[in-house]
């Protein structure tokens, strides 16, 4: 519509609330600014082109995203961290932006109507890659081999502009251009490759909603591997070409563990899964979606701690990716549950021994209950972490530990066959969404029949440990050796 004055305009806005700009962050209460009020994103278009045989490039990139408003906007941000923006366009028109720290600041020539649709495209920004370093957040990582993502929780948009937050899920369309004889991989599944003047542009579809957090895009000297699917499902795995030899043949075990989860809490989320492993030192793992990341220290150790902690990323793919938190005071939905499965695995395959250095789940979970109340004092409640000054103060051992032992009592209390049904609910119930602590609760109680408020809401959010249900003689410690560094880094 266009209209002479604002004056003529009136009758046909009358009773439309007035544009306002979006907020700078989401709301959550450890990281204020990450993600963005005022829109939802339905779907990223990314094209990231890496113009050399160089692991320390600069890489350039154009995302087209395509979102609702949630409210009247005058203007919103996207988050990016990166170095240059080019340009931006809202609806194919030129928009103004300013950039405040991580906040890139958009404002369109138009406002955006509460309820439609809109499309936001930066083109031709740029993004370089930084050195894997163990004390810090990754991101956007540079190896001798290539490039990686290690996005979580905070710096998937040190790769690209986005809405970096997991309340806000969307699908994602990834094309990677690179030099003929580099090997790109993203999340989801291949669509094609095009050559065009000694360059290969590989276009992955990740169909399932995908939290930011979660991008994978591995770009180097790697080699993909198939593997025979597993119930329909097809694997593969990304690999240092030079290292292919050693790292190949342990992830095989991916396969088996695949079927012991599906067996545990029912059909798989995604179109595909499988392996990546980089040459580097992170000090962690990450179940970036569909494609679980590595590191090479993690394969120098021995098979009964690599095949935990492959289970472990793998149940993530129910389990933080599938069914995101939505909020980070939550992650202990991601990691308790994870490190259930985990010690599950271990325990079933007969390697807990060797692995936790207990004898089984139940002795392990009596000393993981005797640091309960120092763990809660020193990170605090399980559900709700006291800051994140660092990555280690949100994903801290009593959000993995912790989030499992809170687990263990929730199985105590309801038993083996309702346990599995929540289990199994949970993740068919929120599959493909963001989702908290409440309804965790609130389903607990569903399935079981009872009120768990009062009982699950001591375990998440009390400052002292509560007592074991079906252990009365389990006692927290006054002063616990502190929590031991986990078994195998952070994962
Ligand atoms: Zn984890």
């Known amino acids: 519509m266009l209209v002479g004055t604002a004056g003529a305009a009136a009758p046909a806005y009358a009773g439309r609330a007035e544009a306002t700009p979006g907020a700078p962050g989401v709301g959550d209460r450890l990281y204020p600014l990450l993600g963005n009020g005022g829109y939802d994103v339905q779907n990223y278009n990314l094209h990231v082109t890496y113009p050399e045989k160089d692991p320390k490039q600069t890489v350039t990139g154009d995302v087209t995203i395509t979102a609702v408003a949630t409210q009247n906007l005058s203007r919103f941000d ?9 340009v931006v366009r809202v609806n194919g028109d030129r928009a103004a932006f300013v950039r405040d720290g991580d906040e890139l ?32 957040p990754a991101g956007f990582v540079t190896t001798a081999d290539g490039t990686f993502m290690a996005g979580q929780p905070d710096q998937s948009h040190n790769y690209f502009p986005s809405n970096d937050h997991p309340s806000d899920m969307a699908t994602y369309t990834i094309a990677l251009t690179a030099p003929v004889g580099w090997l790109a991989v993203a999340n989801g599944t291949h669509v094609s490759d ?13 169909s399932k909603p995908l939290a930011g957090e979660l991008i994978q895009a591995a770009v180097g000297d790697f080699v993909l591997r198939k593997r025979p699917s597993v119930s329909g499902i097809p694997i593969r795995d990304v690999v240092p070409r030079r290292l292919a030899d050693d790292l190949l043949p342990p992830l095989d075990a991916e396969r088996s563990q695949l079927t012991w989860m599906i067996d545990k809490v029912g059909k798989y989320p995604f179109e595909n899964y499988g392996s990546l492993v980089v040459d580097t030192d992170l000090g962690f793992a990450l179940e970036t979606q569909t494609i679980s990341l590595y590191d090479t ?52 395959t007969g390697i807990f021994q060797q692995y936790t250095g207990a004898p089984d789940r139940e002795t392990y979970f009596k000393k993981v209950y005797a640091r309960g109340d120092a763990d809660r004092r020193r990170y605090g409640p399980v559900a709700h972490p006291l800051k994140a000054d660092s990555i280690w103060d949100v994903f801290n051992p009593n959000v993995y530990d912790g989030g499992a032992l809170v687990l263990y009592a929730l199985h105590q209390k309801i038993g083996q066959r309702d346990f599995q049904r929540l289990e199994r609910e949970w993740v068919k119930l929120n599959r493909g969404k963001s989702v908290d602590t409440q309804d965790f609760i609130a389903l607990a109680s569903a399935v079981s029949g009872k009120n768990l408020r009062p009982f699950l809401t001591d375990w998440f959010y009390g400052t002292k440990t509560p007592p074991m249900p079906g252990h009365p003689d389990w006692t927290v410690t006054a002063a616990p050796a502190a929590a031991p560094a986990t078994r195998a880094g952070f994962r």
């Open 105 to 136: 600041v958009i404002t369109p020539q138009h406002h955006l109507p509460k309820g439609r649709p809109f499309r936001v495209t930066v083109s031709g920004y740029t993004a370089k890659p930084i050195e894997a370093n163990a004390d810090s």
């Open 297 to 348: 220290t993690l394969f120098a150790r021995p098979k009964y701690i690599v095949d935990p902690v492959m289970t472990h990323e793998l149940a993530h793919m129910w389990f933080g990716d599938s069914v995101a938190p939505s909020e980070w005071s939550s992650v202990w939905q991601s990691e308790g549950h994870a490190t259930w499965y985990e010690l599950e695995y271990a325990e079933e």
């Open 194 to 206: 095009k050559r065009d003047h000694g360059y290969v542009t590989s276009t992955y579809r990740e």
């Open 78 to 86: 996207l988050d990016f961290g990166g170095d240059s923006v080019g």
